[in-house]
């Protein structure tokens, strides 16, 4: 009976959405206050309804009931419960609902916590979101019921895919997701907005937190997700430029920017048109990227099982929106008016031009992630484009944009002196070239690009920290009042400062871990060992131990380095028997300044096991770095000009100047 | 930035305009017919490669070389070996395949100890009419092979038709590869 409940809340949501979508709207338009107050209870019933849709399907895989389809092709009764439980969205219907939800969730949020945006504003902004809700639960219920059943019901499940049972993949798609669907706000906003036919910095301040908050969990998402491609798939990387990886870090991209150019709206009343585009610009890359992992229009290591119908479904959709706010921005947008100038030497020059390398940058990862299909459909047979094609076009791009990330917090509004700048930055520019010529002297006849790689963290790094320097004037007034100085900061100069510098630190990692990395394959009967990076690893031996639901050959690598014990690897090697499928599971020992890293491979049939062992410098770094990003974000969520209610007082002057 | 424009109302489609296109290819990509994951063979439509291997010791049957698939009969070229668990799999088919007469079937026994495939075969069944021997994997390089066991169509002139990746299923034999065979028989 549960997931009937399930299947008619589902229902029930889409008539909601379907009315939150109309009537809210059009009070905005006639003026009718009631009709507009209706979008707040609307988006709390939303939530409700798709929240019981979802736990309905949480219980049927918690007590694996095995009547329903969805549970049989994705659970078994032997799995963890971890796994049962993330089993829900680990796989296309089950994630669908969890998508929604999250929806329902920020709507409601803005629903309840939106009291000092202007009521017309807040109507169309919960209407918008209802749109886009109607969609997917259309496309839910339409071509992909979580809650079909099967008769008569099997004995026991199929069990989820062995390489989602981690727990990182675990936490992975929920916090993705989260960013995904975070972006819908900003989205609603940017519709809202043309639909007034206003822009303004109150309007931004409004957008700012939502954004940040999806870019949040949108970098802790990416993150965690390379961060299991790398210990679990055990080929020692941390990112393929994979189709699937590439369309969650578009959306990523735009994100980053949108971020920047906000803060110009903000401040300066400027960049408005841009800054709606790159809202709408940031949605619509996270509904191609749902459209691209459930369609099976481009192969990919790791996308759902495909079914055209269900592709031409969410295909009409991407038309309806992305299409749809396209014309609505084509037709609207010239009527905003434009903003204050500036100079091209200023804080609003460093963003625009951080915005036209990140948007450079998005469009590269676009064309080489479409290119495949672009050059099919043209008939000029298949190809990949892979790690190359992004090395030779995306990195030469993040160079300059990190150059000027290190300087562009010191600019001045309007207009800047960039000779000024510049001698502040005589500090970091030394350290730079120190640890230039310290990577240079290491590496001797390596690649080239390690040591601009490391120059360029060490150049942002620094340069972060003089302009935190400069700002609590350390050094230059006594100890006391830097430090007074430095608790009277805006929160959100802290978010700044530290997310420049976890970019910087992540930059470190991937840069040692692309140059240093060291790998043997190799073949090791126990007993035997081998030497990697002033390690010698030795096989003691293989054994065959059982897991809950896989059965598992476990080696034992004894690690000695210098003739002394240094640690004990025990990496694994499990076979899932209900969908017969091996996975390898990576054991790695990490110092914070290198991972060992030890895969077990097959049997060669003579009492030898293939092994494959890398030593990976710095690589923890980049998850470090990542982690601090996050950090800065929420940081700079808690600023206190941030925090919902925070702006009401300013931005009812500002509408009512316009008035 | 795109401030500086606003007299151009044009401008302010093209993102419209752009998404419109990829729109275009993502119909396109839809296509049912279209399977992503195929890789297509280099060499169909091109003459097999220069070749020439030993008979496999012990079989009593010819060994294989580029000549004997240009002798205006169609050929059905398998890989095999006796390592590999799919060709197992797909060995009985095989074996039907040679009863009927249908088409000639030769093969390359591929990366193989010459006693495990002579016992492999005297157990298992030998369906083919010539064997040659490529112990180093160099022919099946030039063959293009990724792996066993694999199964290339030649026509009559020794040109590669197709390219079977995999054992072959029953209905692949069916819908596919017989077909041709007949229509370069004609």
């Keep these: 009976m549960i997931p009937e409940v399930g299947h008619f809340a589902m229902i029930l949501a889409l008539l909601v959405a379907l009315v939150q979508g109309c009537v809210p709207m059009a009070g905005a338009a006639r003026g009718n206050d009631n009709w507009m107050a209706l979008g707040q209870p609307a988006a709390i019933l939303q939530l409700l309804l798709i929240a019981t849709a979802f736990f309905a399907l949480m219980q049927a895989y918690v007590v694996s009931d095995f009547t329903v389809l969805n549970v049989v092709n994705n659970s078994h009764s ?71 059943r099967v008769f008569p019901p099997p004995l026991d499940g199929r069990d989820l895919n062995p390489l989602l049972q981690d727990p990182g993949l675990a936490f992975h798609p929920p916090m993705l997701y989260t960013g995904y669907v975070g972006l819908s706000i900003a989205f609603s906003f940017a519709i809202a907005a043309l639909i007034e036919g206003r822009v303004d910095a109150a309007w931004a301040r409004w957008v700012r937190p939502w954004t940040l908050a999806a870019w949040c969990f949108l970098t802790a998402g990416i993150a965690l997700g390379s961060w299991w491609a790398y210990y679990e798939l055990g080929w020692g990387g941390w990112w393929f430029w994979d189709p699937v990886e590439n369309v969650s870090f578009m959306p990523w991209l735009m994100a980053t920017a949108l971020l920047h150019s906000s803060v110009v709206v903000e401040k300066r009343d400027s960049l408005k048109v841009w800054t709606i585009l790159l809202a709408i610009l940031a949605f619509s890359l996270s509904l191609i990227g749902t459209f691209i992992v459930r369609s099976g229009l481009i192969t990919s290591v790791h996308s759902f099982a495909s079914d055209p119908a269900r592709g031409l479904f969410i295909l009409l959709l991407l038309c309806l929106t992305i299409g749809g706010s396209l014309l609505l921005f084509a037709f609207r947008a010239p009527a905003l008016k434009p903003g204050g100038l500036f100079a091209p030497v200023s804080r609003e020059g460093g963003l625009v031009l951080n915005n036209l390398l990140l948007a450079t940058a998005t469009a590269t990862v676009l064309l080489g992630t479409l290119y495949p299909l672009f050059l099919e459909a043209l008939g000029g047979g298949r190809v990949s484009v892979g790690a190359p094609f992004f090395n030779l076009t995306f990195v030469p791009l993040m160079v300059p944009l990190v150059v000027a990330m290190a300087a562009g917090p010191l600019l001045a509004w309007k207009r800047a002196d960039l000779a000024g700048v510049l001698a502040k930055l005589k500090l970091a520019a030394g350290v730079t070239v120190a640890v230039g010529l310290t990577t240079l002297y290491l590496e001797r006849g390596g690649p080239v690009l390690a040591v601009l790689g490391m120059a360029l963290a060490a150049w942002l790094f620094f340069g972060t920290l003089t302009e935190w320097a400069e700002r609590v ?68 031996g293989v054994e065959r131990l059982p897991g809950p639901n896989y059965t598992s050959d476990t080696a034992t690598f004894s690690v000695t380095r210098g003739g002394r014990p240094y640690v004990v690897l025990r990496p694994e090697k499990r076979l899932y028997p209900v969908q017969n499928m091996p996975t390898t599971e990576a054991a790695i020992h990490t110092t914070g300044l290198r991972d060992l890293y030890a895969v077990i491979g097959d049997p060669d049939g003579a009492g030898g096991w293939t092994v494959r062992i890398y030593h990976e410098p710095l690589v923890p770094w980049i998850w470090i770095g990542c982690l601090v990003m996050v950090l800065g974000g929420a940081v700079s969520l808690s600023d ?18 316009k008035a | 930035m795109a401030e500086t424009v606003t007299s151009n109302r044009a401008f302010f489609l093209l993102p419209a ?19 992503p994951s195929r890789v297509p063979s280099a060499l169909v439509d091109k003459p097999v490669p220069a070749f020439d291997l030993a008979p496999l010791e012990g079989t009593g049957k010819p060994g294989l070389q580029t000549a004997d698939l240009s002798d205006g009969q169609a050929t059905l070229v398998n890989f095999f070996a006796s390592w590999c668990l799919p060709c197992r799999a797909e060995h009985p088919l095989l074996m039907r395949l040679a009863e009927e007469e249908r088409v000639r079937l030769v093969a390359i026994n591929y990366k193989d100890e010459t006693a495990d495939a002579v016992q492999w075969l005297s157990s298992l069944g030998d369906p083919y009419a010539r064997i040659g021997v490529d112990r180093s994997g160099r022919t099946a390089i030039d063959w293009g092979v990724s792996g066993v066991p694999e199964t290339f169509v030649i026509d009559g002139e020794g040109r590669i038709r197709y390219q079977h990746i995999g054992p072959i299923h029953p209905q692949q034999l069916e819908d596919t590869i017989l077909p041709l065979v007949e229509s370069l028989a004609r």
């Design chain 1, 640 to 657: 206190r000009r941030l925090r919902i209610g925070a702006p009401t007082r300013r931005a009812r002057r500002a509408t009512m100047a």
């Design chain 1, 78 to 148: 032997a799995k963890p419960l971890l796994y049962k439980i993330s089993g829900v969205w680990g796989n296309h219907e089950g994630s669908m609902v969890l998508w929604v939800l999250i929806l329902a969730l920020f709507g409601a949020a803005v629903a309840s916590f939106g009291g000092n945006l202007p009521p017309t504003l807040r109507a169309r902004v919960l209407s918008v979101q209802a749109w886009i809700a109607v969609g997917f639960l259309a496309f839910s219920l339409f071509t992909s019921n979580p809650f079909e």
């Design chain 1, 473 to 540: 004037k350390l050094l230059r007034v006594p100890l006391g009042e830097s430090l007074s100085r430095a608790r009277r900061l805006p929160r959100s100069a802290y978010g700044m400062t530290l997310a420049h510098a976890g970019l910087a630190i992540a930059i470190a990692g991937m840069t040692a871990s692309a140059a240093w990395k060291g790998e043997v394959i190799t073949v090791l009967r126990p007993g035997e060992s081998v030497e990697l990076a002033g390690y010698s690893y030795r096989l003691d």
């Design chain 2, 17 to 35: 305009l752009i998404f419109a296109v990829i729109v275009g290819y993502f119909l396109w990509g839809l296509n049912p017919a279209r399977d």
